[in-house]
């Protein structure tokens, strides 16, 4: 587990990003000069209607895609390409069936610009990653033989395997039965806080975001541009936090998606 | 557990009754049809296998299988992908690939005999002429259908050219070129029995229009059964390799 920060030129930010504008070949705005910042350690939820842009917005700060105008410093560097201390996970899992749990928990390490590790860090990496994930008893196991939600356990250790200042999740729940998610959005915000990384998680699910983020930032569509922004400092696990506070928020970002639409 | 074995066991059994009917049934006008009965043909099987007389033919036959379906994945894989990956090369090609696939690969043996003399090389190249395209289709809808998440994830790691097309391409083809070579090696098996009745001295194809020459039917029943039992067993091995490699 890392718990070194790399410098990040004094600002305390993993992600920094400003006046970020993007649209696909098709020439129409996708999202229009967006600005946000991640601190370290901070989980902040990108919350917004399908079509409204966050899945576009999220590939082009992870440098996925560039943006056509703008700036993104990750750790205080400009970015011009996927960073190796960044790591995604997506709606699907994404595994590769050839290879089992270790070797997919293992995927991201050995590439040519990836940080170099000796087969033992290796090895080591893997089974944290796995154990932290609670999949450690099944290192052997291949995705055709796991479930869904063991599959993006899988997805989310080999993210973490590779250290990650920064994980960047795109709607990883939504495919994942109810129980199963709850699961998963409890387990997600405990790695997080273990492996002292920040996250930007994308999402469409209200509870999603009072549940796991420390800041939600709203987004709103044609073109995409973040309309509001909400500092969570309810108690955590959020399950014991005041219900009248999450009641409260619940309604405030309910109430500003309901002025989103009437525009 | 006891219906997965006993059933087909039963079919089976069914079937080398109905062939023992039909053998008294053609010996009722033809007295020498009586040796295409399962006994007679069981005994001849037993006999040309004791001996030996019969490997050597196996041996060559199975050699043919291997360099035809070898040729089938040097050619149709790289194509294949080509096909998987152009837009432009799949325009090209399609109408000729179709065309060339609608011809019976036997349909060639005199050119082929003509171009490459007589001997193996002809029945390789029908073999694998045979072969490619199940190869080539599959491996062009496993390159059509890689997982975009996969490719995703290779760039998300900066992987390069080289390590894209050896760490997520090739495998991530890989169920689907197995499941043309099973095909194709359906498609070999039977076109190699007719591809070996000219011009060779060896072979399965060959012990065939041999046995026929000397009247020794019960040997040619055997062969036969012998074809069938060979071809089984080299798609149960496909099969299992494609089932192995996905960990089903
Ligand atoms: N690869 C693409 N090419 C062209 N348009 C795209 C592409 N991906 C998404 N879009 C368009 O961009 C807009 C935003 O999509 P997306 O970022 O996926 O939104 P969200 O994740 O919020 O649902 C949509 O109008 C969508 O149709
Ligand atoms: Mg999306």
Redesign the pocket.
């Known amino acids: 587990m890392s718990t070194a920060v790399s410098g990040d030129g004094g600002t305390g930010l993993a992600l920094q990003a400003s006046g970020l504008n993007f649209s696909?070949?098709?020439g129409h705005a996708?999202f229009a000069d967006v600005s946000l910042d991640v601190r370290h350690r901070e989980i902040v939820c990108l919350l917004?209607g399908?079509?409204?842009?966050?899945?576009?917005?999220l590939r082009v700060l992870a440098r996925l895609e560039a943006p056509a105008s703008g700036d993104i410093r990750f750790l205080g560097e400009p970015l011009q390409a996927p960073h190796p201390r960044a790591a995604l996970v997506f709606q699907q899992p994404g595994l590769l069936p050839w290879l089992d749990a270790a070797g997919n928990a293992g995927f991201g390490l050995d590439f040519e610009h990836q940080p170099r590790l000796t087969p033992v860090e290796r090895a080591a990496r893997i089974e944290q990653a796995l154990s932290a994930v609670g999949l450690a008893g099944h290192a052997h196991r291949y995705p055709a033989q796991l479930s869904g939600g063991m599959a993006q356990r899988v997805a989310l250790a080999r993210a973490l395997a590779r250290e990650p200042q920064l994980l960047f999740a795109d709607e990883p729940f939504s495919a994942l039965d109810a129980i199963t998610r709850a699961e998963m959005q409890a387990l997600l915000v405990e790695v997080v806080h273990r492996w002292h990384t920040a996250a930007l998680l994308?999402t469409h699910d209200i509870d999603e975001a009072i549940l796991v983020a420390d800041r939600i930032l709203l987004m709103g569509e044609a073109p995409?541009r973040i309309v509001r922004e909400w500092v969570v400092d309810l108690e955590r696990p959020r399950e014991q936090a005041d219900p009248a506070a999450v009641t409260a928020l619940r309604l405030d970002i309910l109430s500003a998606l309901h002025a989103l639409r009437a525009h | 557990m006891a219906s997965r074995l006993l059933l087909p066991l039963a079919g089976l059994l069914l079937a080398v009754l109905g062939w023992a009917a039909g053998a008294v049934w053609l010996a009722h006008g033809m007295p020498i049809a009586s040796a295409f009965a399962p006994l007679e043909s069981a005994a001849s099987l037993w006999q040309l296998v004791s001996a030996g007389e019969l490997w050597p033919h196996v041996v060559v036959s199975l050699k043919r299988v291997a360099v035809g379906l070898l040729l089938a994945i040097l050619i149709g894989v790289p194509l294949g992908v080509l096909t998987g990956l152009s837009r432009r090369f799949t325009q090209a090609t399609a109408p000729l690939f179709q065309f060339l696939r609608m011809v019976s690969p036997l349909s060639w043996m005199p050119l082929a005999v003509m171009v490459l003399g007589v001997g193996d090389a002809p029945v390789y190249f029908l073999l694998a002429f045979a072969a490619v395209w199940p190869i080539l289709l599959n491996t062009a809808s496993g390159v059509a259908q890689l997982d975009p998440n996969w490719l995703l994830l290779a760039r998300s790691l900066s992987a390069t050219r080289t390590e894209t097309v050896l760490r997520i391409v090739l495998p991530g083809i890989t169920a689907h070129i197995l499941t043309g070579v099973r095909l194709a090696i359906g498609i070999i098996w039977i076109v190699l029995v007719p591809a070996e009745m000219l011009g060779v001295s060896a072979g399965l194809g060959y012990f065939i229009l041999d046995t026929r020459d000397r009247l020794a039917y019960s040997e040619l029943m055997a062969v036969i059964v012998l074809v069938g039992a060979l071809g089984y067993a080299l798609d149960h091995l496909a099969r299992a390799a494609h089932a192995r490699w996905l960990h089903r």
């Open positions: 696909y070949a098709d996708v917004g399908s079509g409204c842009g966050k899945s576009s917005l994308v995409g």
